[in-house]
């Protein structure tokens, strides 16, 4: 197995922890505060390193939003903050299902593929051009 293959996984569990920890600071932010607790959630040795992540985050979403406005429009860009959470919930659910599926195919189930079920016109009516009189 190649290393690009294995890149996949590993930044899907790194995400994950990413997310857990964000949800879990603020809980316990949130606790302290409501306590009158002042006790420091982080050592302050951490707050550099959170600064600089966070500025590398913010760098990301102010380029991928200059990106998307110049290719489409300024509204575009505002909702590709949005798509970035979103994005990453979806890319979240689908490594958990191949995670699932990959476990049930070493146990010796068969593979079976997902296809989109697609509704196509019917071709004899109207969306197939000309009306019934012309037939």
């Known amino acids: 197995m190649r290393m690009r293959d294995r890149r996949a996984p590993l930044s899907i569990v790194v995400l994950a922890a990413a997310y857990l920890a964000l949800v879990a600071w603020s809980i316990a932010g949130f606790v302290h505060w409501a306590v009158d607790d002042d006790a420091a959630i982080l050592s302050a040795a951490w707050w550099p390193l959170l600064v600089a992540n966070a500025a ?52 010796g189930e068969a593979l079976v593929w997902d296809k989109t079920r697609h509704d196509f016109p019917d071709l004899d009516g109207p969306a197939a051009g000309g009306n019934a009189a012309t037939r």
């Open 56 to 107: 590398i985050l913010a760098w990301r979403i102010v380029v991928r939003a200059a990106v998307t406005a110049h290719v489409y429009d300024t509204r575009e860009a505002w909702w590709s903050v949005p798509r970035l959470v979103v994005g990453n919930y979806v890319a979240l659910l689908a490594a958990r299902r191949a995670g699932w599926r990959y476990l049930m195919m070493l146990r």
